[in-house]
């Protein structure tokens, strides 16, 4: 089981930044890949950033040259920094872990909420 607590949501204005943190614990949080996704409202689910172990990292176009995803090893967290935020960013964000023993876990989400 691993646990994830996501944080740094909230409400910013378009083109400002916030930076989303996603700190694992339990038993089996082996990290070999993981990603952030967002979900708004009447919406499904969908792949925002992902990172593997190595360190590899894929985007979804729309947020290239704007968002940022990395992995503290030492602290088991996942981050994900976003600049220049747009409204379509608003959404409901959601970190996933992925673990050596095939597991595959979810934060609670929090909310992103982008508007003047």
């Known amino acids: 089981q691993v646990d994830l607590v996501e944080s740094g949501g909230g409400l910013v204005q378009p083109g400002g930044s916030l930076r989303l943190s996603c700190a694992a614990s339990?038993?089996?949080?082996?990290?070999?890949?993981g990603g952030w996704y967002r979900q708004a409202p009447g919406m499904q689910r969908a792949s925002v950033a992902d990172?593997?172990?190595?360190?590899?990292?894929t985007y979804q176009d729309s947020v290239k040259g704007r968002f940022t995803i990395s992995r503290d090893g030492a602290r088991n967290t996942l981050y994900l920094e976003m600049n220049d935020l747009r409204p379509d960013d608003t959404a409901v964000y959601y970190c996933?872990?992925?673990?050596?023993?095939?597991?595959?876990?979810w934060g609670l989400g929090t909310q992103v909420t982008v508007d003047s």
């Open positions: 996933n872990w992925r673990t050596l023993s095939g597991g595959s876990y």
């Open positions: 990172i593997l172990r190595n360190g590899i990292t």
């Open positions: 339990g038993a089996d949080f082996v990290f070999t890949s």
